[in-house]
């Protein structure tokens, strides 16, 4: 059974020029993390380093959404996109999130590099609602991988339906 997460609904909100930079290995563990991405995750540094980016992960992110991060990062492929993240005592921050691989001398991807800042309000306003979608076509599902499978197809029939790809979508909002 999955552990309840407590959410405290309450918003952290950035300021205009704070950048939350972090890194991770090929597994998704932070192996770096600014004192940005510490102070609105309410972590200190010592409790981030190995653990997994997921200890972020709100419930209210639809989980298509990071089957299209990984599959572009592996790929190495940059990507752009808003996420919602919980925080340590359950507060929640918004953030337009850009993940690049890190590559070594060779060309290998290493790990990864993500800075994030602070969205507009009409972005958040936006995605909300196709994450709302998003969201109801993965608890209408009687498991979780079918979910997964409905979240995505229906994200991928809506970014065909407005002629767009998905960094198209997230960036003219």
């Keep these: 059974m999955a552990k ?7 918003e952290r909100v950035m300021t205009d020029d704070e950048i939350i930079v972090s890194k991770t290995n090929l597994k998704g563990h932070i192996t770096y993390g600014n004192d940005v991405f ?11 380093i190995g653990a997994p980016h997921s200890i972020l992960r709100h419930p209210e992110m639809p ?33 337009l999130a850009h993940v690049t691989p890190s590559f070594d001398a060779n ?7 993500s800075n994030r800042r602070k969205p507009t309000d009409a972005a958040v306003k936006a995605i909300k609602a196709l994450y709302a979608t998003l969201l109801a076509e993965e608890r209408k599902a ?16 809506i970014l065909q339906e407005k002629g767009v790809d998905y960094d198209e979508f997230v960036l003219a909002l």
């Design 4 to 10: 309840e997460l407590y959410l405290s609904g309450k």
């Design 38 to 48: 510490c102070n609105i995750a309410d972590y200190s540094t010592k409790e981030i």
């Design 63 to 95: 989980r298509c959404v990071f089957k299209l991060f990984w599959e572009r990062i592996e790929s190495g492929r940059e990507i752009f996109a808003y996420v919602v993240n919980r925080g340590k005592e359950g507060d929640h921050y918004w953030v």
């Design 107 to 113: 060309g290998k991807i290493t790990g990864y590099h």
């Design 142 to 157: 009687s498991d979780r991988k079918t979910g997964l499978q409905n979240s995505d197809q229906r994200l991928h029939a």
